[in-house]
């Protein structure tokens, strides 16, 4: 990749050439060696119904930190990568595409149907596939896996036979959530619920045998008026005592239902009264089945009413609704309607309200696999992060319900069960297709026409993924895998069903770690959505900026399981971060001598570690925060505080590397003293490279790109061993930093006087017990702070206070800059003012938290301790400045 580097840095003509390479080499691809403990994640298979969006973005990039991370450590590291069919949403999305072309699903047929799904498939999971790659997600395509894979599909088979065998799974006519457009079953999970404005209908039910009378009820679906099976009442309600055991006679229909008292009914909901019915409210089904009421459902698959609701039959829902109440009216029946805000249950794929509905299902029984769920995070085998989300799943398991798990829909993982039309038995089988019947052998049968739910095989993901269920090489090594990343809003979806099914399959929890992020929102905290215009493309991102610069707005902008707001000036500024960079490398290849080469940087390394009295205080110090640096960061990482290992980096390159290091490193480079340029010449290299290295995993391809140009070992940096820290150097950190500080000072009041940049002004210094330290280091304040070397004095003491100079206090050194000529002295004496002012207000809140007893007696002895040496450091730079301004009286 040559030594020249390009002015600037495009990552256009960078990320996609670079991403090739590092395929085409097969970096991705671990190599298994049963001498070590591979690290693996499976990827969250993106659903096959459109492009990647920023929520896919994050968990890429989260995921790919720590891929890398382990890579880089030693470790054979597997990312396994694939694409989820998403059964509901991907008939849902095609059946928009083929209603274009004057189609419909029923017209097309299944076949015809599952012919265009296959297609979408095939052309989407290869679009997502290189979105991915776009995104620079470092995972194994020789490993990818799709969930309608012929091996997928057959684990899928052996699972639902398992559960069959052992009595797990079961088929009977239950309540369930409808979605009339969908044409199919929903599990609760499925169900979004939404607060809408709505009506509240108070109906009269004319009383059985007397005239007159009547028992008021508050429905607000006054449609399914006509599949109520009884009246119900609270048994402590005194209004309706008498009531109890009487019959009501159903409006519209006049069937005869009885009034009853159950413990469920809310007095204070309308009148106290609520009708029943069972076959479409899941609190009514529940009453329904403790008073053995009989349940009747009115619904039709596409939301219509059926035979049982008598003259509505055929109507729309809401068009019975409208006809049914104009009739309650008429009939006098009709007490009132008040406006009501309630929560209605949505499909989550097309929105269409839900009707919960009795129907034929499929179920698993969930309880016997939810308790070894349960135990396995209780035990810590499984931990989530943030911890506050163990909480929040042990509440949903432990109150979980049988999960829905058949669909009537097409495109899906058949149930593997048939019929037998001739003796009527059920046949369940391993197979794809089945010859005849297992029971009496006939070949007249016919299989289930239900699909499964999409999370049953998602939920088998870790390990079908590894050839379960054979005996892979790839299971016996990489299963179980290592981290789970995903969102929190799949917890329950998806995360406690691998939980589930991968302990009942193998045996084996399918994951050490759940790691959750947050959703992002825009700059305001708004959530995205097409509605109100603020959905970010991450594509259209990556153009502009690039994925480094995406990836690591995202990454240092996230805490674990706490929702982000993402601006584009977030994404702006990491691309200015990688512009910072480029243009660094660049100055330190610029500045190396002709023929400088990675032995160079070995050599003067092993020689300054073995003799650190070769180096200055500036270079001490550099190394020493680079290695304070590394062992923080892999700290930070090894605890999953990516974003702050990222914003650590930040600092430290932008900050100490570029802005101090760098500017430092002028000094030498550019004297006489070849041999002292060399070594900051090599210092410069060490550093960066490594640093390079640190940052790979949140920006791997400008890292990668700059690592290319930079003397190194190895072919690449994607596989270059991750640093590890040498001894800090306390004394160095110790001594540089007050000058440093000094200098920030300086910079500040030329800032502050308008001193132009180029102007050199004279300073005098009292350094104390520390002159001979700050002389050594005078050609860096010289050239850092604008100071003119002839007048540049730097003293143990000072007899005398100059006089008309702007003092500055730093760390035990005193600064005076001298004014003549540079300020305004009036304006000089009010700063000194205002800063004695400030310094008493904190020299009074000091002295009176000290006074305190309480504070002394329960707060720790370092915060007291603390406290005291901020009031004796505020007491004395009171008394220095207070001097100053005297002198200037």
Known sequence: MGQEMPKTYDHRTVEQRIYAWWEERGYFTPKIDYSKKPFVISMPPPNVTGGLHLGHAITAALQDLMIRYHRMKGDPTLWLPGEDHASIAAQYVVEKEIAKEGLTREGLGREKFLERVWDWMHRYRHVIAQQHRRLGTSCDWTRERFTMDEGLARAVREAFVRLFNKGLIYRGNYLVNWCP???????????????????????????????????????????????????????????????????????????????????????????????????????????????????????????????????????????????????????????KIEPYLHALGHCQRCHTVIEPRVSLQWFVKIKPLAEPAIAAVRDGRIRFIPERFAKVYFNWMENIRDWCISRQLWWGHRIPVWYCDDCGQMSVSREETLAACQKCGSQNIHQDPDILDTWFSSGLWPFSTLGWPDDTEDLRYFYPTDVMETAYDILFFWVARMIMLGLEMTGQIPFHTVYLHGLIRDEYGQKMSKSKGNVVDPLVVIEDYGADALRFALLTGSTPGNDMKLSMQKVEGARNFANKLWNAARFVISNLDEGYSVEDTNRLAALWKERPETLTLPDRWILSRHNRLIADVTRLIEEYQFGEAGRQIYEFLWGEFCDWYIEIAKVPLYGEDKAAARQTQAILVYVLERTLRLLHPFMPFVTEEIWQHLPHEGKALIIAPWPEPDPLDEAAEEEMTPIMEMIRAIRNARAEYDVEPTRAIAAIIAAGQKRDLLVSQKDILIRLARIDAAQLHIEQELLEKPPKALALVVRGYEVFLPLAGLVDIERERARLTGELENLEKEIARAEKLLANPNFRSKAPAEVVNKEQTKLEDYRQRYAKLKERLQSLL
């Open 181 to 335: 457009r969908c044409g199919t079953a929903l599990s609760d999970l499925e169900v979004e619920h939404e607060e809408e404005e709505s009506k509240l209908y108070y109906v009269r039910y004319p009383l059985e045998s007397a005239p007159g009378e009547y028992i008021t009820v508050a429905t607000t679906r006054p449609e399914t008026i006509l599949g109520d099976t009884a009246v119900a009442v609270h048994p402590n309600d005194e209004r309706y005592r008498t009531v109890v055991g009487r019959i009501a006679i159903l409006p519209a229909l006049h069937r005869r239902i009885p009034i009853i008292a159950d413990e469920s009914v809310d007095p204070e909901f309308g009148t106290g009264a609520v009708k029943v019915t069972p076959g479409h409210d899941p609190t009514d089904y529940e009453i329904g089945q403790r008073h053995h009421l009989p349940i009747i459902n009115i619904m039709n698959d596409d939301g219509t009413l059926n035979e049982n609701a008598g003259p509505y039959a055929g109507q729309d829902r809401y068009v019975a609704r409208q006809n049914l109440v104009a009739d309650l009216e008429k009939e006098g029946l009709l007490v």
